[in-house]
């Protein structure tokens, strides 16, 4: 059945390209497709397209629909071509008549868009989430291990005293900025698009402020025509957001690899985050992160993928945006496993609290020498000269104490204050509000 579907055949294979994945993919979208529907026809029913009988009767039996979505129980049939098409059957056949009403005022355009921002918003809820968690951890991991120094590289050559403290903190206000940009995603995103139709509104007195209510979004897309531009718009915004946090995990997870190497040794991953080899018995091989490492850079890929499928397309709708949803839909669950296996680590992570007994990292003290000259009376360019001459003639003599002071130290990490912005911006995604809101249409 389509909803299209007028009295001429439909060649096989040119609907097997046309569907694609769809029906695959709209399993995704399945307990938000009933949630916009149940918002659009109450609505329907306050501009009188529907009695209160009839509404009741359609609520009642999305909500069933709604608990099977949740449960995993909901199923596209053979034949049937998306998750409109098959919420828009079930009704019919519990409900006869009443079941095709639902549609009215509606366009599958702007059906797809309400799903594609309900399910967006709820899985970067999950992703901030999962970024909170990470962050906790590397502020803890932080405070744990904040006297414990470690050379700090520039050019991969040995440079400067840094401390793990340093080292978990950085990643933790990393994660500071990555979610701030996931929150400007999130305000595009929770804009609602219902009521636009085809992309050129209705006929129909359509209250678009009441479904935007009843769904908890900030506000509407207010231009019908933008509405429907925001197709592939919203997803690209999203993907640059989740590619800021894969960044960060990418490079978290590459230094945690190469400091669990035997040359560095300065930590030591967990076990189970490991594996061995076919032949050589002693290897513990960083799988865990070497996977998360490559899933990041994937996802960085994201952006470029969705603006090349989009960006040269003209305002309206057109079926090239269906090919987006088979590489963003799929993108978050893979973020949250990089995310929760990361965390998983950190929290279990050795640190090596001894590395500098080693005199190879002798020479990263040769700064703070040089400093402690200058603070003495010398000119910094003499001292520095002098401390080079040492060197060269091996008579540097390392003093392996460090007195930083100033904000984002060795000696003061500021991690309050980091807290302090990570809360911040946490406060500001009011993701309670939509769980009134979705809580609210389904009691």
């Known amino acids: 059945m389509k909803l299209w579907e007028k009295n001429f055949e439909i060649n096989k294979e040119i609907e097997r390209f046309t569907v694609g994945r769809d029906r695959e993919l709209d399993l995704y979208l399945a307990e938000h497709d009933v949630l916009g529907s149940m918002a659009h026809i109450t609505m329907l029913q306050s501009i009188g397209l529907l009695t209160k009988e009839e509404l009741d009767l359609l609520l009642a039996e999305l909500k069933n629909i709604h608990a099977e979505a949740v449960a995993g129980n909901f199923v596209i049939e053979e034949g049937i071509e998306d998750v409109h098409s098959q919420v828009e059957l079930m009704l019919t056949r519990k409900l006869g008549d009443i079941g095709k009403k639902i549609h009215s005022g509606r366009s599958r355009n702007d059906q797809v868009l309400v799903d594609l921002k309900l399910f967006t918003r709820r899985q970067l809820q999950h992703v901030a989430e999962d970024v909170k968690s990470l962050f906790d951890e590397l502020i803890r991991q932080s405070e744990n291990y904040k006297n414990v120094l470690m050379p700090g590289y520039t050019h991969l050559q040995v440079a400067m005293p840094s401390s793990f403290g340093l080292w978990f903190g950085a990643y933790a206000e990393s994660l500071v900025d990555d979610m701030l940009f996931l929150q400007a995603a999130f305000k595009m995103t929770n804009r609602n698009p219902l009521g636009s139709a085809a992309g050129y509104g209705s006929s129909f007195p359509l209250n678009r402020q009441m479904t935007t209510d009843l769904l908890g979004f900030d506000s509407m897309d207010y231009n019908v025509v933008y509405a429907q531009m925001g197709r592939g718009k919203m997803e690209r915004n999203v993907a640059f957001a989740m590619a800021s946090i894969a960044g960060t995990i990418a490079k978290l997870a590459f230094d945690a690899c190469m400091f669990n190497s035997q040359n560095f040794a300065f930590v030591k991953l967990p076990n189970e ?30 952006p470029t993928q969705v603006t090349l499928i989009m960006n040269n397309l003209p305002c309206g709708y057109f079926r090239d945006l269906q090919i987006i ?78 007195h930083h002071t100033h904000e984002g130290s060795i000696g003061n990490l500021c991690n309050d204050r980091i807290t302090a912005l990570m809360d911040s911006v946490w406060g500001g995604f009011n993701f309670h509000r939509i769980e009134e809101a979705e809580q609210s249409l389904l009691k």
């Open 325 to 402: 949803k088979e590489v963003f839909l799929p993108a978050f669950q893979e973020l949250r496993d990089c995310l929760q296996m990361t965390a998983y680590i950190i929290n279990k992570i050795k640190v090596n609290e001894h590395i500098l007994d080693d005199p190879r990292y002798d020479l990263m003290f040769s700064v703070e020498e040089v400093n402690r000259l200058a603070t003495d009376g010398m000119p910094f360019r003499d001292a520095y000269k002098k401390v080079g001459l040492d060197i060269e003639a091996g008579n540097f003599k390392p003093v392996k104490e460090v």
């Open 273 to 302: 985050c490991t594996t061995g080899s076919s032949i050589m018995p002693h290897k513990k091989n960083p799988d865990v992160f070497e996977l998360t490492r490559a899933k990041c850079n994937k996802l960085q890929a994201l």
